[in-house]
């Protein structure tokens, strides 16, 4: 018996392992819709926008390594998906998009709605394709999701119009190889030792690339039995506790931080899962410090970072293999990164137990901390809060700080949280946005709620676009073009069946958090927050402070 065209590509992605599909279907997605419906293990989660779907199939892919699956109609659907796209490729976030078309063999409505997706996706997935045969369904499904999970993993898109939905055909969906991947040479790992062994102060920089299964537990391996400290990048956060006396501070701002004066103290620098899209957290000049680059794959050579080792292959395997040959030198000296370290800790206490209000962003930070459980997840928007949070919140374990740092989008925070809930449901989520961020998906607090997801959503509220009047002031501009009014928070909370709660003081702030990640359901806090200092503290202070070590 012949299978209908979508009936196959159903088949294909429960072959995959495909839980999921996130989206907004329209009149080009039918077929594929009513064979979706009869799935036995793939819901649709139907969002109110294709955004909104797109950020959770790639949220779903980071935690997951799976591609996650979401689907949109042609035109405007498709379009709609493009930041999502972006945030998955550049983020390193394995997601299949889906997207209908009408039919290629004849003209049904001239040019209505007709753009070229696959053209208009090539430069932001790892792979596009139109689908013109169902025959091909199988090999073109698998050849998607390998490539959007192979390293680094991102985007993918399938083109799959009406009439080529509708065909029918013999084929059967593909089983998945059992694939490995490559372990570094030998002789590269020796050079690496050796030159580990000689330098005076080696120090670790963890990279968007080390956030992958296994990395984590060879990297805290490889850190005790040496004592080499380690700094994080934002993408990086997590993979090893920062709680660890060896960790010397995430690389937040992009320079002049006290992380940057404890990698200057460095005369070798191990650089774990280096991914260019991430601002430097540090810069190589020629005849300065050597680095180690430890990676899936070879240097992307930049005018800041030429690596004079490459140790290339799977990361984790990399930091297991020269954990075993290497021996600790006595005659290591780490004693300027730990005093740069020790200097932020105390900068960061003077200002972490300031009860003024509107709330202020340390303040803040540690109450979040210390009301989220080690393996709680934060998934934060895109805003100058991002900064305290990658600055100021130790993360216990990886990927429970999600901070985009690769596209650093708005709008992503509350349906990343979404996405973060289904796949770990007992683990306690906080969405924090800001209001700017926020209000660009907030349709998608319906979605949490017709899901019944348990999340926190919590909105720092200054009534402006705050990071980039941060900019403004520090670039000498008036402060002008950038503030805005916000709707009531609480009812508009409570207008789609979620909690709503206002934070009136700092002392009230902790109860209402704990409440909050205590309680099932959607509950949303509205917190004003207080950035007025922020550019005395992060361009001037700290710069300042670190400068006189």
């Known amino acids: 018996m012949a299978t209908k065209a979508s009936d196959l ?105 007709i753009l070229d997706v696959v053209d208009m996706m090539k430069p932001i997935t790892k792979y596009t394709h139109q689908l013109a045969s169902a025959d091909n369904i199988p090999s073109r499904v698998r050849e998607a999701f390998r490539l959007g999970q192979e390293e680094k993993p991102g985007a993918v898109h399938i083109e799959f119009p009406e009439d080529v939905a509708d065909e029918h055909t013999d084929s059967t969906p593909l089983p998945k190889s059992n694939a490995r991947r490559p372990v570094a040479d030998e002789k590269s790992i020796r050079a690496a030792v050796k030159r580990i062994e000689q330098a005076k102060s080696p120090i670790l ?113 990399a930091i297991w293999q020269i954990k075993e040959d290497i021996l600790p030198q006595a005659s290591w000296d780490f004693a300027a990164m730990h ?65 985009d740092n690769a596209l650093a989008t708005m709008g992503a925070g509350l349906p990343s949280a979404m996405a973060s809930n289904m796949v770990y449901p007992d683990r306690k989520v906080m969405a924090i946005c800001g209001d700017g961020g926020f209000m660009m998906n907030s349709q998608e607090m319906e979605t949490a709620v017709r899901l019944k997801l348990n999340i926190t959503v919590l909105i720092l509220n200054d009534n402006s676009y705050g990071m980039i009047r941060w900019k403004q002031a520090n670039m000498g501009f008036k402060d002008w073009g950038l503030t805005y009014d916000n709707p009531d928070f609480v009812k508009y909370a409570e207008s789609y069946g979620a909690k709503g709660y206002r934070v009136d003081s700092a002392a009230a702030l902790p109860k209402i ?37």
Not at 84 to 104: E, F, S
Not at 366 to 393: S, T
């Open 339 to 403: 005093k740069a370290r020790a200097a932020e800790v105390e900068h960061a206490a003077k200002y972490d137990t300031d009860q003024r209000f509107p709330i202020y962003p340390q303040f803040l930070v540690k109450q979040i901390r210390e009301a989220m459980p080690d393996d709680g997840i934060i998934c934060l928007d895109n805003g100058v809060y991002k900064i305290w949070f990658a600055r100021n919140y130790p993360a216990r374990r990886p990927n429970t700080v999600l901070l």
């Open 9 to 113: 590509f159903v088949q294909c992605l429960e072959e995959e392992g495909c839980e999921y599909v996130f989206g907004v279907p329209g009149e080009e997605n039918l077929d594929f819709l009513d064979s979706l419906s009869r799935s036995k293990k793939i819901k649709l989660i139907l969002t109110r926008h294709e955004q909104g779907a797109g950020f959770m199939a790639a949220t779903y892919g980071r935690h997951t390594g799976k591609a996650g699956v979401c689907v949109a109609t042609l035109g405007p659907g498709a379009t709609n998906f493009v930041t999502a796209a972006a945030y998955a490729t550049l983020g390193g976030m394995p997601m299949m998009m889906l997207t209908g078309q009408k039919p290629i063999k004849k003209s049904k409505q001239g040019r209505f709605q």
């Open 205 to 317: 920089v963890i990279g968007a690339g080390a956030n992958r299964t296994m990395t984590s537990r060879m990297l805290t391996q490889f850190i005790e039995k040496t004592g080499i400290p380690f700094v994080s990048t934002q993408l990086g956060k997590g993979v090893v506790d920062e709680t660890n006396p060896k960790f010397m501070g995430c690389a937040a701002l992009s320079a002049g931080d006290f992380v940057h004066r404890a990698i200057g103290a460095a005369d070798l620098i191990v650089n774990i899962g280096h991914d260019v899209i991430e601002k430097p957290p540090f810069f190589m000049q020629r005849g300065g410090t050597e680095v180690i680059h430890i990676n899936f794959r070879s240097a992307e050579v930049d005018p800041v970072y030429f690596p004079q080792y490459e140790v290339i292959g799977d990361i984790g395997n």
């Open 513 to 549: 958090l704990r409440e909050c990640l205590d309680t099932p359901g959607v509950n949303l806090i509205d917190c004003p927050v207080d950035y007025s200092d922020n550019d005395s503290i992060l361009n001037k202070q700290i710069k300042e402070l670190s400068a006189a070590l």
